[in-house]
């Protein structure tokens, strides 16, 4: 057992970088066992290698790069996201309007938005898909397709919604 502890310590002592082992070898001064202040603190480094360096800063790089690339395409998806619950506002607003108003005029007014950035576009149409042996009958009520369609100040559409509802007809018999 004492050799290896002989020949630990000089390992030990090749590592650390210290000079010599001080004299007493493994024992130290004070008899037999293993005492660590006998190195003199010499066995610790007080500095780091330029290798340690190197890929301490290449790990703290590749983790703020990430964090950043994260950031952005988040801020990115959070931006789209609220453009599509604002034209979606827009037009449930539109909606509501048109059924609280009725559906004679099937018109939207200027005024209607607070920044005039949009405007609508209402078209009432017969329902697609209905059944062939379904009749509309002499009555002034019908089942009629609302299609809302939402454009920017340029002109292209960004949204539409389109829904069912019956509707009152005065103009028919």
Known sequence: ???????WHAFAWAQTGCSRPRAGGVHGRHGRGYNLQSHNM??????????EVV????????GLVGALALTGSSMKKLDKAAKRWEH??????????????GFADSSIPDEF????KY??????KDPEGLPSNME??????????????????????????????????????
Not at 113 to 116: K, L
């Open 42 to 51: 010499c066995r610790f480094r007080k500095y780091f290698t330029l290798i």
């Open 1 to 7: 057992m004492n050799k290896f502890f002989k020949y």
């Open 55 to 62: 890929v301490a800063l290449a790990i703290l790089t590749a």
């Open 119 to 124: 405007k609508v576009n209402v078209e009432v």
């Open 113 to 116: 938005f607070p920044n005039n």
């Open 136 to 173: 509309m009958e002499d009555s002034k009520w019908q089942l009629k397709t609302v299609v809302l369609k939402l454009f920017d100040d340029s002109g292209t559409e960004v949204d539409s919604l389109e829904f069912d509802r019956v509707i009152y007809n005065e103009t028919e018999k």
């Open 88 to 101: 979606q506002h827009l037009l449930a607003q539109a909606a509501e309007f048109l059924i609280l108003k």
